[in-house]
């Protein structure tokens, strides 16, 4: 998912740095920019180019037609030069930039490089992470998580947490992202938008699917916790199914990833069914737009319809597949696509990767058992922890109304 770079120069004034950005061979109609502290990024598809300042600069998102006459407080386009010049503000009046002519495309500072290169012989992870890898992570990623700017992932570093801590912070975070006046308002769902999501019949249950040949390559994790993460990620698929009505877009890997406890928070999938099906309603319903438990109820259902499929395997690596699509696409939405490819990387190795070469070498009966374990989990169990009584708010839900009330947001 490399994207290739546009060439650009750099000037500077005593009060700002300008990026000057050739967008010769750009196909999209706009532009995407984004600086924080020395970190500098500008999408325009298919180029990408991410710049390690100097010097810091101040926070900047920005987004500029390219078409004749536009301009923003940062950004100015000019067509008769195809270049777009993006104006940065220096964090400190008057401060030297210095060797920006010398400035090459890179997301890392000479010493974070060079620090990024001694961590790569550093010891053995001391926690182990994904399906017991305790391998060290990737260089780049690694020089993400000091940088700060990580996508889509609650848990930064979970060689440097313990697995119970990992699934602690998971459910805590659920119980702060709680809002009761979302979900009242996806019970009461005035304009029928979470009705008709509900609605939707995903793709994946009825489409021809043609998965590739012959099993996947890499190491096979145990049927236990493979099963686990399948029923976390395909639960979150079919969310994304019924939520973008068939259509994929650039935020849908956040979906996949937000929804997925195990991806988001490194937990341990090696639980229980009914415990994992429990985490993706409580995910459902803190997270996403739609947090409704009809909709979470019509995603367990379309699971086990797949499962029970007797095409079920050609199926879930029909829908692996489309999950790499959806990986591939999520960059093109954001200034700073370089950091978002270096996650979902590592997502895909850690997780998906794993996973796929499981499926490949699955037995056709042990999908239909896998449905049968799909049991619907109780309000009182998904509520818990948080004190989120959703059989009293659903009650409150119909009475307003009743009454007419409006918006609980």
């Known amino acids: 998912m490399q994207l290739p770079t546009p060439a650009f120069e750099v000037t500077q004034d005593e009060a700002s740095v300008t990026v000057h950005v050739h967008t010769d061979q750009a196909t999209a109609k706009e532009a995407r920019v984004a600086a924080e502290g020395t970190t500098f990024g500008c999408f325009i598809e298919p180029s990408y180019l991410p710049l390690c300042l100097p010097r810091?600069?101040?926070t900047l998102h920005d987004c500029i037609p390219l078409s004749e006459g536009s301009t923003t407080a940062a950004c100015t386009y000019d067509?008769?030069?195809?270049?777009l010049h993006v104006r940065l503000t220096k964090s400190v009046h008057g401060q030297e930039f210095p060797d920006l002519e010398r400035l090459r495309p890179q997301l890392l500072s000479d010493e974070e490089q060079a620090q990024m290169e001694r961590d790569a012989a550093r010891l053995p992870a001391a926690h182990a992470y994904g399906f017991g890898q305790t391998d060290p992570l990737p260089e780049h990623y690694v020089a993400l998580t000091r940088s700060g700017q990580v996508p889509y992932l609650d848990v930064q570093d979970p060689t440097l947490m313990p697995m119970h801590e990992r699934a602690a912070r998971a459910e805590s975070l659920e119980t702060d992202k709680w809002d009761?006046?979302?979900?009242l308002d996806n019970v009461v769902d005035i304009d029928g938008d979470v009705a008709a999501v509900v609605q939707v019949v995903p793709r994946i249950l009825s489409d021809a699917c043609t998965p590739p040949p012959g099993p996947a390559s890499g190491p096979v994790p145990p049927q236990a916790a493979a099963h686990a993460f399948l029923v976390q990620l395909l639960f979150?698929?079919?969310y994304e199914q019924h939520a973008s009505y068939n259509d994929a877009s650039p935020e849908s890997a956040w979906t996949l990833c937000k929804l997925c406890r195990s991806i988001s928070c490194f937990v341990d999938p090696a639980m229980p069914?009914?415990?994992?099906l429990r985490a993706s309603y409580r995910r459902a319903l803190t997270y996403p737009l739609y947090r409704s438990w009809a909709l979470c109820e019509a995603v367990r259902k379309d699971m086990i319809h797949l499962l029970q499929d007797n095409d079920a395997q050609a199926r879930l690596l029909t829908a692996l597949q489309d999950m790499d699509a959806i990986f591939a696409l999520a960059p093109t939405g954001t200034g700073l696509a370089e950091q978002v490819e270096t996650v979902l990387r590592l997502v895909w190795d850690t997780w998906v990767a794993p996973l796929q070469a499981y499926v490949s070498q699955s037995t056709a009966?042990?999908?239909?058992?896998?449905?049968r374990a799909l049991?619907?989990?109780?309000k009182e169990t998904v509520g818990e922890p948080g004190d989120w009584d959703l059989?009293?708010?659903e009650m409150l839900a119909r009475e307003s109304m009743a009454e007419g009330a409006g918006s609980f947001v």
């Open 180 to 183: 009761e006046g979302m979900y």
């Open 56 to 58: 810091p600069v101040a």
């Open 391 to 393: 059989e009293v708010l």
């Open 365 to 371: 009966g042990e999908w239909p058992v896998l449905a």
């Open 375 to 378: 049991a619907a989990p109780t």
């Open 236 to 238: 979150a698929y079919l």
């Open 273 to 276: 069914i009914a415990a994992v």
């Open 79 to 83: 067509t008769h030069t195809q270049i």
